[in-house]
């Protein structure tokens, strides 16, 4: 099993949707979960980071965390055109060594 | 400056040469990580450094590769005796500490071996 899961897509939708992106992990330890946009042959931009479980808000983003599940979405309200990207969650419990431990990111097309 | 640079942004090598790739980061940030990113592939961790020390080198994929950090401030990844495989993506990343807190990459450099 590997350390994070993330289906890689196509995810295609309406623009307008609301979209859910999620990823789920074995590593109890994780403690810091970030979420990146990454467009196509460009580095990761941040898009959201929290830590331990909850819910975390900005514009159209949320983030939420469910350490008990191990599991953490990321919804998109009102998408756009210039949302499509490839999205990569991202974790780390704190401690540096390992760095960032990310998913292999979901590919997200939003139709005009 | 504002974000993490890294140079060159495109690099094309014939294999079997060296090559050095540079990432300089946020200003103020002491942890540095570099990352790989092959064709398909996640993000692949390679090494990081709080200030100017590396304490774990065991990410990096053979002992072709090496990365130094001088001044608290600019990285070098270098590859020796480039092969074929070591084409990739490579992203550098920073963050204000190692624990904890949001990593922001770079626009990374795309190695081609031929």
């Known amino acids: 099993q590997k350390e994070v899961e993330q289906d890689p897509g196509p995810l295609s939708v309406p623009e307008g949707a609301i979209v859910s992106l999620n990823c789920t992990y074995s590593?109890?330890?994780?403690?810091?979960f970030m979420w990146y946009r990454q467009y196509s042959r460009k580095g990761p931009e941040l898009l959201m980071y929290?830590?331990?479980?909850g819910n975390k808000e900005d514009g159209r983003f949320t983030a939420q965390v469910d350490k008990s599940s191990k599991y953490i979405s990321l919804f998109i309200r009102d998408s756009q055109p210039s949302d499509s990207a490839t999205y990569l969650c991202a974790m780390s419990s704190g401690g540096g060594a390992d760095g960032l431990t990310f998913g292999k990111g979901t590919h997200l097309i939003i139709q005009p | 400056g504002a974000g993490v640079s890294q140079s060159p942004s495109n690099k094309v090598t014939e294999k079997g040469k060296d090559v050095e790739l540079r990432c300089d980061p946020i200003?103020?940030?002491?942890?540095l990580y570099w990352y790989r990113q092959s064709l398909g592939q996640g993000l692949e961790f390679l090494i990081y450094?709080?200030?100017?020390?590396?304490?774990?080198k065991s990410g990096l994929p053979s002992d072709r590769f090496s990365a130094e950090r001088t001044g608290g401030s600019v990285s070098t990844l270098t590859i020796q005796r480039t092969q074929q495989e070591d084409s990739a993506v490579y992203l550098c990343?920073?963050?204000?500490?190692?624990?904890?807190?949001?990593?922001?990459f770079g626009q990374g450099t795309r190695l081609t071996v031929v």
């Open positions: 990343a920073s963050s204000l500490e190692v624990r904890g807190t949001e990593a922001f």
């Open positions: 590593n109890s330890a994780f403690q810091y």
């Open positions: 450094f709080q200030g100017n020390s590396a304490p774990d």
């Open positions: 200003s103020g940030h002491t942890a």
């Open positions: 929290t830590y331990s479980s």
